[in-house]
């Protein structure tokens, strides 16, 4: 069984300094166009990956199962996606871009609306069983607000789908700084 084991960090991306400077990264930084919705069942969603490599289209079921996290993806057709789109609760834009580092891998998402970024949020994935995350990558650094405490679901991506959730979190984060 897959068990997800991943760490949030909540990134400032003042005037999009950050995403130009990971556009120009790649390589070794992978950018990838996200499509994503959540489905009328707990834990589950559809995505689209729009690469230079073509376009990929996946099937996830996520929960909690104890004090692990399942996630299990299967590859569907367009076709299929089309049809399941159609079922969508929340749904959500983002740019991604991802960096294979060692045996983690890092991915930083900026969520968009109308083509404009509203939220900035890198993740760590790691190995099973490992607890404390990585130091995150140098151009990422001086970007981090927050390493998010395990479990807190306010920076969940189908909450951040919100524009006006994610505001709300980014207005409480510069309070407490």
Not at 115 to 133: C, K, N, S
Not at 140 to 169: I, N, Q, T, W, Y
């Amino acid at each position: 069984m897959p068990i997800e084991n991943e760490r949030k960090f909540v990134l400032r991306d003042a005037e999009g300094a950050l995403e130009r400077a990971l556009a120009s990264a790649c390589p070794p930084w992978r950018r990838f166009g996200i499509r994503q919705a959540y489905l009328d069942a707990p834990g589950l969603r559809i995505r689209r990956f729009d690469d230079p490599d073509g376009i990929q289209h996946i099937f996830s079921f996520k929960r909690p199962v104890g004090a692990e996290m399942v996630e299990i993806e299967t590859d569907i057709s367009a076709a299929d996606f089309q049809r399941l789109w159609t079922l969508r609760r929340e749904s959500l834009e983002k740019e991604r871009y991802h960096l294979a580092d060692g045996s983690c891998g890092w991915d930083v998402d900026f969520f968009k609306r109308g083509g404009l970024t509203y939220f900035a949020l890198a993740e760590v994935e790691m190995p099973e069983g490992r607890v404390e995350p990585p130091p995150p990558p140098a151009i990422l650094a001086p970007h981090v607000v927050l390493l998010v405490p395990r479990g807190d679901e306010r920076f969940a991506s189908k909450k951040l789908a919100d524009p006006a959730h994610a505001a709300r979190m980014t207005r409480e984060l510069a309070a407490a700084t």
